[in-house]
């Protein structure tokens, strides 16, 4: 390891979704000779199947390259390749906690998006030294000087010192290198305040256990130091550190202003917290380091095993899978037909796709989802103040003197033709729009405040949909707002089903019922007897479907005779069918929970 502070630089790359982050990190371990050319592949950092499957990247990746510079000097540079989706935002929080500079990737085709926006605001307010670059120069549509013009005017960046690069072919990266060593400044160096490290990130590995990502602040960390979590207390021992290149190698020590992993006797994923600070007990620490704002959950779903038998293994995987992600959170919860589950908390519907999926593919546990809800403010008339976000647990409407949904505030960025058609848009998930910017001739900025709750289910697609594809979106909270909130309930032969409510806008109840009630009609078997569906607010019927009985013909053994045997023969069966619904059970199968929940009506 290098052991020369000034020698270190520790930076990020941060752009909207499918700028060219990862090309231009794949080009950068290419240039430096991290990656042998026989192991080498595209995306070379993406490692989850997801994330190649999908072309986004889900987590940040931490590599470090040596580098000699044009001076003749051999520089440690760690880079960290960050998420491009408004989901991920915490993700790029993090890394940015762990760096003093980034890189700023801009389509020179698609220009200045919403997340180019956000990203940078949040760099600026980490103190971060931006490099802009101008990147996919050699596309057939890029405009270098109108994507300039957009940075400097929406972004307030001075495009003087701007490189122009192409991720794909290689050209103008090495500038890029020689912009990080010369503008990045390198880790402060501190007066003596004992050892301390941050952890950014975590793994569970199933033979060494929790592996935590760290950037040692001050000190040294090394085998066989004893250490101990500020925020959790947890001692424990660290039996290997080392960095990443881009596979993890084992090295003698992790020196002041470097990143790497540690891999200490840590069994248990709760005695780890991203953001915590860890010293050693021969230099301790007496000050933890600032670390980052705790994420909060912003939307919420059950999350139940399909198979009863699987709760505990499902269990185990959330525990595993809430340490290298800690904007998932979750709480045990249980339904009368689901049976015993968890109720969980994600950032957005894409990080609620991607949790779920990697529940199935890396834990392989067959799961069930309910439909998503956010966080209700109810305030009761005793004066007391409920947090719901589970219909579940709504009071009695009696006991209600108005409820409170969240709001969020959102950046869309368009082409001007697109103005009509995304006002209609808003308009129907009853939004207000506050403020135009016109960006340039051909695009605008769209500044909007409208409920969560609207942007769950079916949002983003809407809004490619409109656009033509050309619509980006960032959203951030912005408080709450009284709302005529209602919870929609679904009965089965008159029985509610907790898994089906849900919480909806007055205005949309009936429609919203009417979708259900129609789905259930078309995805519930036909049983013994006639089931009807109901969608009902406040014991009141607002739709309603029958799935109708089977019927076996009890005459087919008559040929002839007296009209009154078949008579006597279809009344007995109509007794019995009235019998059979007073005690029958109806039995729902698993394609009509995944219609309903997962919103396909």
Not at 221 to 235: V, Y
Not at 295 to 324: A, I, Q, T
Not at 467 to 496: F, Q, R
């Amino acid at each position: 390891m290098n052991g020369n502070i000034a020698s270190i630089r520790n930076f990020c790359i941060i752009a909207h979704i499918d700028h060219g982050k990862s090309t231009l990190a794949d080009r950068m371990l290419q240039l430096t000779n991290s990656v042998a050319d026989r192991e080498f592949r595209d995306q070379v950092l993406d490692s989850m199947d997801l994330e190649r499957e999908r072309g986004i990247t889900i987590k940040s990746h931490p590599v470090a390259m040596n580098y000699v510079a044009e001076d003749g000097k051999t520089y440690l540079l760690n880079l960290i390749d960050t998420p491009g989706h408004v989901d991920f935002g915490y993700e790029v929080s993090r890394s940015m906690a762990a760096c003093e500079g980034a890189i700023l990737v801009i389509d020179a085709a698609q220009g200045v998006e919403a997340q180019t926006v956000a990203n940078t605001h949040l760099a600026v307010l980490n103190n971060l030294t931006l490099i802009p670059v101008v990147n996919k120069i050699d596309l057939p549509g890029a405009d270098v000087e109108r994507t300039m013009r957009q940075v400097e005017e929406i972004l307030a960046i001075s495009m003087d010192d701007a490189l122009l690069v192409s991720a794909k072919t290689g050209e103008g990266v090495a500038a890029v290198l020689e912009a990080v060593v010369k503008r990045i400044r390198p880790p402060a160096e501190t007066a003596d305040v004992g050892t301390r490290a941050l952890i950014f990130d975590s793994v569970y590995d199933t033979y060494r256990g929790v592996v935590a990502y760290v950037r040692v602040k001050d000190g040294r960390l090394q085998k066989k130091d004893r250490i101990r979590m500020l925020a959790t207390n947890c001692a424990s021992e660290v039996k290997e550190v080392g960095v990443f290149r881009p596979e993890p190698e084992e090295t003698t020590s992790l020196e002041s202003g470097e990143v790497g992993y540690m891999v200490a006797t840590i069994r248990k994923p709760s005695d780890l917290s991203i953001g915590d600070t860890v010293t050693t007990v021969d230099h301790p620490a007496r000050e933890a380091l600032p670390g980052f704002q705790i994420v909060r959950p912003m939307v919420f779903s059950g999350v139940y095993p399909v198979s009863s038998e699987d709760y505990e293994k499902l269990k185990h995987s959330m525990d595993k899978l809430s340490l290298n992600d800690s904007a998932f959170s979750y709480q045990a919860e249980s339904s009368t037909i689901l049976g015993f589950g968890f109720r969980c908390g994600f950032l957005g519907l894409l990080h609620m796709e991607i949790v779920q999926e990697r529940l199935r593919r890396e834990f392989d546990v067959d799961i069930i989802n309910t439909y998503p809800s956010v966080i209700y403010r109810i305030h009761m008339k005793d004066g007391t103040v409920s947090m719901i976000d589970n219909p579940a647990f709504m009071p009695e409407l009696t006991r209600i003197e108005r409820i409170e949904e969240p709001m969020i505030k959102a950046s869309m960025l368009c082409n001007n033709e697109n103005i009509g058609d995304i006002m209609k848009l808003l308009l129907d998930k009853r939004g207000i729009l506050e403020r135009t910017d016109s960006l340039d001739t051909k695009r605008v900025m769209l500044s909007s405040r409208l409920p969560l709750n609207e942007i769950l289910v079916e949002f983003h697609d809407q809004l490619k949909s409109v656009s033509h594809g050309y619509a980006s979106m960032d959203y951030e909270h912005s408080g709450y707002e009284t709302s005529d909130v209602v919870k929609l309930d679904i009965l089965l032969n008159e029985e509610p089903v907790d898994a089906f409510s849900c919480m909806v806008h007055r205005s949309k109840a009936a429609s919203r019922g009417r979708q259900m009630c129609k789905v259930l009609k078309d995805v519930i078997p036909p049983h013994m007897f006639s089931i009807p569906v109901q969608a009902a607010i406040n014991r009141s019927i607002i739709a309603r479907e029958t799935i109708r009985a089977l019927r076996k013909d009890v005459t087919a053994k008559c040929y002839g005779g007296d009209v009154t045997r078949k008579r006597k023969l279809l009344e007995r069966q109509k007794a019995g069918k009235k019998r059979m619904k007073q005690v029958g059970k109806v039995n729902v199968p698993q394609k009509a929970f995944m219609s309903i929940l997962t919103g396909n009506y």
